[in-house]
């Protein structure tokens, strides 16, 4: 079975900093996909980026970046400029193709403060 | 375009009781699903749908938690009878698809049972 890890369970940044949330992950599969979500206080989660495992390019959202290592199932999330904004709970998320199993499955994330 | 919908976003009940969670998906999303997410938890999936059908319940505590999802679009979650242990919140969710469409998930609904 597919499992995700988050090892940092609260890390802290100042303000204009740079911060990097690691993740891990474990599977047997070639194709899938990795998310990372952010889940403010009002616990909406929003996608913040997402990688497709065939893609070799990592994947950028203006902030946000991603350094995606396959062969060490490693998917860390790069936050540059911390805005105080982005104090939040982090999750990593995995998730299959329909062929095999496309179950989302969620790490128990990493709390994020932002520190002025 | 309208994201999730679910209601009520709050509910206290006291144990033994039962209650009931609803859900609107983003239209044309036909894959549902809806997650518990326990304090300082990520979310657990509880029951997806594809359409009308309950593809993936095997996370669903059946003796206690009922979903139905009429017409492939409105989709109710019912916990009958409450235990303390079900506080929590319950997050709904849908994609366009079963692939690796990205999942819009709604606010939530928090659950104390006392």
């Known amino acids: 079975a597919q499992t995700v890890t988050q090892s940092q369970p609260e890390m802290s940044v100042q303000e204009a900093e740079t911060v990097t949330l690691s993740c891990t992950y474990d599977?047997?599969?070639?194709?899938?996909?990795l998310f990372w979500y952010k889940q403010p206080p009002s616990r909406q989660m929003i996608l913040v980026i997402r990688?497709?495992?065939?893609?070799?390019q990592n994947a950028t959202e203006n902030r946000f970046s991603v350094n995606f290592q396959k062969a060490a199932k490693s998917f860390s999330l790069k936050i540059s400029d911390s805005q105080l904004g982005d104090a939040a709970m982090y999750f990593c998320?995995?998730?299959?193709?329909?062929?095999?199993?496309?179950?989302?499955?969620f790490g128990k994330g990493t709390r994020l403060h932002i520190l002025p | 375009e309208a994201g999730v919908v679910q209601s009520p976003r709050y509910k206290i009940i006291e144990k033994k009781q039962p209650v009931a969670f609803w859900c609107n998906p983003i239209?044309?999303?036909?894959?549902l699903y809806w997650y518990r997410q326990n304090l300082g938890q990520g979310p657990e999936l509880l029951i997806r749908?594809?359409?009308?059908?309950?593809?993936?319940d095997s996370q669903l505590p059946k003796d206690r938690f009922s979903a139905e999802r009429l017409k492939g679009v409105d989709s109710t979650l019912k916990i009958q009878p409450a235990e303390l242990g079900d506080s929590a919140v319950y997050l709904c969710?849908?994609?366009?698809?079963?692939?690796?469409?990205?999942?819009?998930f709604g606010e939530g609904s928090w659950l104390t049972v006392v």
């Open positions: 239209s044309g999303h036909n894959t």
């Open positions: 599977t047997s599969e070639s194709d899938y996909y």
């Open positions: 990688q497709e495992a065939y893609k070799q």
């Open positions: 998320a995995y998730r299959g193709t329909p062929l095999r199993d496309d179950k989302i499955i």
């Open positions: 749908y594809e359409n009308e059908e309950a593809v993936d």
């Open positions: 969710a849908s994609s366009l698809g079963a692939s690796g469409n990205t999942i819009y």
